[in-house]
């Protein structure tokens, strides 16, 4: 009997054991401390400051501090505090403006590669490469932004066509020709902003990309941003596209999660048609996104433990899920793609399974392994693209 009991007492003794280890978030029951200041925008402001609030509430020792930044002079403000050696201890940054700023200064961020080793299986290798620089990891992804086609269903059938009739670039410049002159200039198949005319740029460079390694040439990125910029000037001069201030205002668009459930929420039942973006071929490339958002960790020299376990926190499948479904943000995080949630339709979308087809989109996008500089390379050279007077992109 007194063998039992003692039997008994090391079961519970065990037992505990067990559940107060897999409680704590750190190993060895080590108690991480830190003060953490982490610089935002826009929508992801409010987003990280509320995973920040949950964060601090299981892990109390370590504080994050999400500090709202001007997007407008959110690159300047980050060399400015580079200069005066007060870098915040993270940043979110595109891999693009990542480029621009390792390139004023190259030890700005910090290889993070062995610290998130065990969550990178959660990433795309397109995606993961995007906080990529020199083999050094810089950071983790935090949203994607695989591209549809939203059409006005009504507009679109006013004009005598269909979701379907649009295949390609020269099918969309053939209908959206027809559609300017049914209208009388009133109407464009196409109207976009400024920043989105350097987007349609980055759509066009990747699918007029070879199918081969020879992309990674020079001559053949330089033709294929060429090509980028000779369909854009086919699109305007055919009144198929128009620089506009508002966007979403044409027959037809291109955008990404965030614009299509916006869509989705002010729409009539299926008001509008989700279809794939138009291809440079029958046939072509149409998986593909623009350029993420990402979790970028400075090199301030703090210890960043505790930082590192936030990061990953940011991502787990909970708030993944979440991002999804309440913030707007469509998560990189690829574990969560198969949930019974990624099976709703909108109705306001024609019924459309859109959290299907983005994610589809994404597990079949092709990496491109300068992708950052490429990015770079079209805001800064956006003018002399569609003028043709750029230099070489390498």
């Excluded at 999804?324 to 198969?338: K, P």
């Amino acid at each position: 009997m007194k063998r039992i009991a003692a039997a008994l007492i090391m079961i519970i003794i065990f037992s505990f054991t067990t559940i107060s280890c897999s409680v704590n978030t750190f190993k060895d029951d080590k108690v991480v401390e830190g003060n953490y200041n982490i610089w935002a925008y826009g929508d992801y402001y409010s987003y990280l400051k509320e995973i920040a609030g949950k964060f601090m509430k299981i892990n109390p020792k370590i504080k994050i501090n999400i500090k709202n930044e001007d997007i407008t002079k959110y690159k300047e403000n980050l060399k400015t505090a580079i200069d005066k050696k007060e870098l915040p201890s993270a940043v979110l940054f595109k891999g693009s403006d990542m480029i621009d700023i390792i390139n004023y200064n190259s030890k700005c961020f910090r290889n993070i590669s062995s610290d998130i080793d065990g969550i990178k299986k959660k990433f795309t290798e397109a995606r993961l490469d995007q906080v990529i620089n020199n083999q050094g990891i810089y950071g983790i992804p935090i949203d994607c932004r695989p591209l549809v086609m939203i059409i006005d269903k009504a507009k679109m059938e006013k004009y005598g066509f269909e979701a379907s009739d649009i295949n390609t670039w020269q099918d969309a410049i053939k209908i959206g020709n027809q559609i300017y002159s049914k209208s009388k200039g009133g109407d464009f198949l196409f109207k976009i902003t400024s920043n989105q005319e350097t987007e349609f740029i980055s759509i066009l460079v990747r699918q007029f990309k070879q199918s081969d390694e020879n992309f990674n040439l020079i001559n053949d990125a330089d033709l294929a941003v060429k090509k980028a910029g000779s369909i854009i000037n086919q699109l305007k001069k055919t009144n198929t596209l128009k620089i506009v201030n508002e966007q979403f205002t044409g027959v037809a668009s291109i955008g990404s999660y965030k614009e299509a459930i916006e869509l989705n929420k002010k729409s009539s039942v299926e008001g509008y048609v989700v279809s794939n973006i138009p291809t440079t071929e029958a046939g072509g490339d149409k998986f593909i996104s623009l350029e993420g958002n990402n979790l970028l960790v400075t090199n301030n020299g703090e210890n960043i433990e505790g930082l590192i376990e936030f990061i990953k926190y940011v991502v787990n499948d909970e708030n993944s899920i979440s991002a999804i479904q309440n913030n707007g943000i469509y998560s990189a995080n690829t574990t969560v793609y198969m949930r019974k949630v990624f099976d709703n339709s909108f109705s306001g979308l024609g019924e459309d399974k859109l959290l299907d087809r983005m994610s589809n989109i994404i597990l079949k996008e092709e990496d491109i392994k300068f992708i950052n500089k490429m990015n770079n390379f079209i805001k800064e050279n956006r003018d002399s693209i569609m003028k043709n007077e750029y230099s070489a992109l390498f």
